[in-house]
């Protein structure tokens, strides 16, 4: 039935009854619509009442109601004769009210005072201050919300807004997206673990907000908040370029993955190979005899001098196409130098030199001849024929010359040599299994590959547990 057809018919008797609630300006007078309902006579009901219509320490008598206005259309049964009352459903409790605005809205009645314009001067002026009692002439304000049902509302919104980050994180590929998993972080980052990525994050942190970075035009030193390499965070930069290294993703895959630009990923890998490059080169990796001696494993006992086993790698490279010739490879070499304490720890790594190059010449130019001594040695393969260019003693396998067969304390010799080199082929291996060097680097990124080399070198020592008890086990 429309508002506009209510009819409102006065009630005969010699008293009116007025609602209860606060604010409520609803009297019986004018009764056809809205219904008028007593308290309930059990004491845990009526205690409901009065705690939900904020008159606790009011007193009911057999005259105090409380209009439909005030209960769900639920709670009420309507009459099935025009003549019969309105009921209430046992148990029905009033829940609708202004302060937290769901009371029912009152059917507007058209008097004279709607017909006339009552001048402004002879308003009466709204209070500032509205009491917590029986009220026909005001409506509650904003202030008046219940604190309780407020309260809960803005605990809801922060647990939604918690979900939403949530989701947030697990559909972009972020390093918050793998830190519950740390095979995930082994396989994106070569990380043992995620703690162990987030203690080498805490190292290099303070110093990368000094990094400079690379952009289209010049290097610019900026800060990392200034977004200047794109809208990944800094420790998400990092994450793209561990990917990078660890997996061998090409710029493109990881735009798309970071949902960047690809330009942008350049820049990134750029910045932070030159940045990584800096930070770890800057640390003292060459031991003293005596710290060497302090670490020797039971399993150099024979060897009890070794200061560096020494082996070198090799990688292969895209060629220019201008350079290939017909039935060439599409790839050429280039070699780098390897040095690794007995215990297993990188030492010295050289710079990449072109793949044509000699073991022995690689380890002339490499620098390490300046740091040997007398009093030490060092353990290398059979093809370093290096003894005349190093002032110290040199353990190598026995190999065959004029001679037809080995005499039998060389052959013990070269086993036991041959079994302790197997550890510096293994770490060689925990460099390879950064993909990146695992297959043909890409030419484009050619003129950072040494700096991309000697960082996936000097990360070995942060990255994984001691080389000799790992696969000691195995």
Same mark, same amino acid.
């Given at each position: 039935?429309? $508002?506009?057809?209510?009819?409102?018919?006065?009630?005969?008797?010699?008293?009116?009854?007025?609602?209860?609630?606060?604010?409520?300006? !609803? $009297?019986?007078?004018?009764?056809?619509?809205?219904?008028?309902?007593?308290?309930?006579?059990?004491?845990?009901?009526?205690?409901?009442?009065?705690?939900?219509?904020? +008159?606790?320490?009011f007193?009911?008598?057999?005259?105090?109601?409380?209009?439909?206005?005030?209960?769900?259309?639920?709670?009420?049964?309507?009459?099935?004769?025009?003549?019969?009352?309105?009921?209430?459903?046992?148990?029905?409790?009033?829940?609708?009210?202004?302060?937290?605005?769901?009371?029912?809205?009152?059917?507007?009645r058209?008097?004279?005072w709607?017909?006339k314009?009552?001048?402004?001067?002879?308003?009466?002026?709204?209070?500032?201050?509205?009491?917590?009692? %029986?009220d026909?002439?005001?409506?509650?304000?904003?202030?008046?919300?219940?604190?309780?049902?407020?309260?809960?509302?803005?605990?809801?919104v922060?647990?939604?807004?918690?979900?939403?980050?949530?989701?947030?994180?697990?559909? +972009?590929?972020?390093?918050?997206?793998?830190?519950?998993?740390?095979?995930?972080?082994?396989?994106?980052?070569?990380?043992?673990?995620?703690? %162990?990525?987030?203690?080498?994050?805490?190292?290099?942190?303070?110093?990368?907000?000094?990094?400079v970075r690379l952009?289209?035009?010049?290097?610019?030193?900026?800060?990392?908040?200034?977004?200047?390499?794109?809208?990944?965070?800094?420790?998400?930069?990092?994450?793209?370029?561990?990917?990078?290294?660890?997996?061998?993703?090409?710029?493109?895959?990881?735009?798309?993955?970071?949902?960047?630009?690809?330009?942008?990923?350049?820049?990134?890998?750029? &910045?932070?190979?030159?940045?990584?490059?800096t930070?770890?080169?800057?640390?003292?990796?060459? !031991?003293?005899?005596?710290? @060497?001696?302090?670490?020797?494993?039971?399993?150099f006992?024979?060897?009890?001098?070794?200061?560096?086993?020494?082996?070198?790698?090799?990688?292969?490279?895209?060629?220019?196409?201008?350079?290939?010739?017909?039935?060439?490879?599409? %790839?050429?070499?280039?070699?780098?130098?390897?040095? !690794?304490?007995?215990?297993?720890?990188?030492?010295?790594?050289?710079?990449?030199?072109?793949?044509? @190059?000699s073991?022995?010449?690689?380890?002339?130019?490499?620098? /390490?001849?300046?740091?040997?001594?007398?009093?030490?040695?060092?353990?290398?393969?059979?093809?370093?024929?290096?003894?005349?260019?190093?002032?110290?003693? @040199?353990?190598?396998?026995?190999?065959?010359?004029?001679?037809?067969?080995?005499?039998?304390?060389?052959?013990?010799?070269?086993?036991?040599?041959?079994?302790? +080199?197997?550890? /510096?082929?293994?770490?060689?291996?925990?460099?390879?299994? %950064?993909?990146?060097?695992?297959?043909?680097?890409?030419?484009?990124? &050619?003129?950072?590959?040494?700096?991309?080399?000697t960082?996936?070198?000097?990360?070995?020592?942060?990255?994984?547990?001691?080389?000799?008890?790992?696969?000691?086990?195995?």
């Amino acid at each position: 039935m429309s $508002s506009k057809s209510f009819k409102y018919l006065r009630r005969e008797g010699a008293s009116s009854r007025y609602c209860c609630v606060p604010f409520c300006k !609803m $009297s019986s007078r004018f009764n056809s619509v809205i219904s008028f309902h007593s308290f309930p006579l059990d004491e845990e009901t009526r205690e409901k009442w009065l705690r939900n219509i904020r +008159r606790e320490n009011f007193k009911v008598s057999p005259n105090t109601r409380v209009c439909s206005r005030h209960f769900k259309s639920d709670d009420l049964i309507e009459p099935s004769t025009p003549t019969a009352r309105r009921l209430l459903k046992k148990g029905a409790v009033p829940t609708l009210f202004q302060w937290n605005s769901c009371s029912t809205p009152a059917p507007k009645r058209t008097g004279l005072w709607k017909k006339k314009k009552v001048p402004t001067h002879l308003k009466d002026p709204v209070p500032t201050d509205l009491h917590q009692d %029986h009220d026909y002439c005001f409506s509650p304000t904003q202030a008046d919300l219940d604190l309780d049902q407020t309260e809960d509302l803005q605990k809801e919104v922060e647990f939604l807004r918690r979900q939403v980050a949530e989701l947030s994180v697990l559909q +972009r590929f972020c390093l918050g997206r793998f830190a519950a998993s740390d095979d995930d972080i082994m396989f994106y980052t070569r990380f043992a673990t995620y703690n %162990h990525l987030m203690a080498f994050w805490r190292l290099i942190e303070p110093a990368s907000h000094n990094m400079v970075r690379l952009t289209r035009a010049r290097q610019a030193k900026t800060k990392n908040e200034d977004g200047a390499s794109g809208s990944a965070s800094p420790i998400d930069e990092f994450f793209l370029f561990m990917v990078h290294l660890s997996v061998g993703l090409t710029e493109r895959d990881l735009g798309h993955r970071f949902n960047i630009h690809q330009s942008n990923v350049s820049q990134i890998i750029t &910045t932070w190979a030159n940045f990584l490059y800096t930070i770890l080169g800057s640390v003292r990796i060459w !031991m003293s005899v005596e710290a @060497v001696k302090a670490q020797m494993p039971k399993e150099f006992q024979d060897y009890p001098d070794t200061q560096v086993v020494i082996d070198c790698t090799e990688l292969r490279c895209q060629t220019p196409s201008s350079l290939m010739r017909e039935g060439e490879g599409s %790839h050429c070499t280039l070699k780098g130098l390897i040095g !690794m304490a007995p215990h297993g720890t990188v030492t010295f790594v050289s710079s990449l030199c072109g793949g044509s @190059v000699s073991d022995k010449e690689l380890l002339k130019q490499s620098g /390490i001849v300046s740091l040997l001594k007398p009093g030490m040695a060092i353990m290398v393969n059979k093809g370093f024929l290096v003894d005349d260019c190093v002032p110290c003693k @040199v353990y190598r396998p026995a190999y065959l010359i004029k001679q037809e067969e080995l005499p039998a304390n060389e052959v013990r010799e070269t086993q036991s040599i041959a079994r302790l +080199r197997v550890y /510096i082929e293994r770490l060689i291996c925990r460099v390879k299994q %950064h993909k990146l060097f695992d297959t043909v680097i890409p030419h484009s990124i &050619t003129r950072t590959i040494n700096q991309l080399y000697t960082v996936a070198c000097l990360l070995i020592n942060y990255q994984n547990g001691p080389l000799l008890q790992a696969w000691a086990k195995d």
